[in-house]
């Protein structure tokens, strides 16, 4: 009902004028053949005239803004009878019979169809008995109708054509109203993307630095540890420890320039396991016992579940080996189940009776495995050891 409004209020406004220029000029013809009439049928003619065009004007714009029913037909009940006593009055001279025609036009925007239909029976009617009274030849009149009627059918046709006309504008600029806010959205959405983009290659970016660079630095310095204390006792295993410190360096600079250029991790390049076990070595050559134990056939990971399990597996031996104290180290990589693959990473050292999650290495393995809903789990007491436990999806 309201987009019903908003069309009359646009294209009704044209209408309602051309109601007024079709009364007035059909008026004004009868005025100028009107027959010999009595004084008091020109005074009522005139007076009906003012009546019925005040009322089909304001009238009319007054029941388009309300949505009765009942205020718009009685609008119709009350122009009709005054249309006819114009046409009774002017005896159909000239253009008379026109001033009902405005009507058939009035009746498409203030009513449905079915009482659309009965309106202009009731105006076809009233032209009926309006002529035929005036010249009480009801013959004639009928002759005359479907002129009348094709006149009617072509207000209400042209009308509902404009009717069309002015939903399908609206309608497109309804749709490019729905479309520009959509479009503000999507910006809006962009912006959001773009700032959550970045925010998570930052993340990223700190956990390839701390996972990759912070690794080595950290063998490095102990391989450099390492000879510095056996320098005066044994120089060739010094030499040794420098020549892997060496290499360690040589390593780093690789995975710095691979992480820069966003190309493929270094562990993407050889096994996991294989990966692994070079990390385990450098364990070994500061003095702790490490096994690897690979359960089940080695699958295919994804890299991204690749390149997490082997970030985690750097985490967790590089805090083995410089916080845990621990003459011991187990890893043990499963492929045994179906769907998931698991790596657990467990020594012997001190242990903590804090849960150990809040340094930037564990912060940055727990951000990998939940991106790709995995499982992780940390497990530690004082003397007890410290157990990592990660299980991805595959």
Known sequence: MAHQERIINTTGDSINVAFTVVVLASYFATFSVLPTSSTLEIVLLVVIGIVYITVGTYGYMACSRHPSRALRLAYFVLQIPLGAAMVYLGKGAGFNAMVLLPLAGHSVFLLTSGWMLVCNAWVALAYVAAIGLANGDFASVLAGMPVFIAGQVFIVAFTQMAVGEERSRNQVERLLAELENANQQLRIYASQVEELTISRERNRLAREIHDGLGH???????????????ADSQ????QESLSKAQNLAQEALADVRRSVSALRAPE??????????????????????????????????PPAAHLALYRAAQEGLNNACKHAQAKHLWVVLDYTQKNSVSLNIRDDGLGSSENPGGGFGLIGIRERVQLLNGDFRITTRPGGGFLLEITLPL
Request: with cysteine; proline share 6%; glycine share 6%.
């Open 235 to 238: 120089p060739q295993r010094a």
């Open 268 to 301: 993407e390049d050889l096994p996991l396991a294989q990966r692994i076990g070079e990390m385990l070595r450098t364990c070994e050559a500061s003095g702790m016992q490490a096994e690897l134990e690979v359960r089940g056939t080695p699958a295919d990971l």
């Open 216 to 230: 080595y630095l950290t063998s490095i310095y102990m391989q450099i540890q390492a000879a510095r204390a056996v």
